[in-house]
């Protein structure tokens, strides 16, 4: 993923920190930036705003890696840098969504996601 600018190369840096397990594992997934979520991205999950967006078959579903249609993770540029203002916290929070997207590309689900965190707070 690279979208030549600084956003982009968060992001990257954030696939690069992923244990190598992950990495090996993510496929075909493809990760893009968009600056905004449309009304579409945001009613499939009925949210009012979004950071980032899993779309596409879980890998822990039957067949899954026969989908026809590949699986794909968005970051959305402006939520997050309207929110996360300082270049460190920008940073953490674009990591944070990766990892955050590609964990429901693993089937995790965000009640689990929710007890993970709690677990290692």
């Known amino acids: 993923m690279d979208d030549g600018g600084a956003f982009g190369r968060l992001v990257d840096a954030a696939i690069a920190r992923l244990p190598p397990e992950f990495l090996a594992r993510l496929g075909s997934v493809a990760i893009v930036v968009d600056d905004e979520p449309t009304p579409e991205q945001l009613g499939s999950v009925r949210a009012r705003g979004l ?66 965190q709690r677990r290692e707070g």
């Open 51 to 116: 950071f980032g967006l899993y779309q596409g078959v879980p890998r822990t579903s039957w067949g899954a890696d026969g989908a026809a249609v590949p699986s794909k993770i968005t970051l959305f540029r402006g939520p997050l840098e309207r929110t996360y203002r300082e270049p460190a916290a920008l940073a953490a929070a674009v990591e944070d969504v990766v990892r955050h997207e590609i964990a429901h590309h693993f089937g995790i689900d965000d009640a689990r996601l929710r007890e993970l």
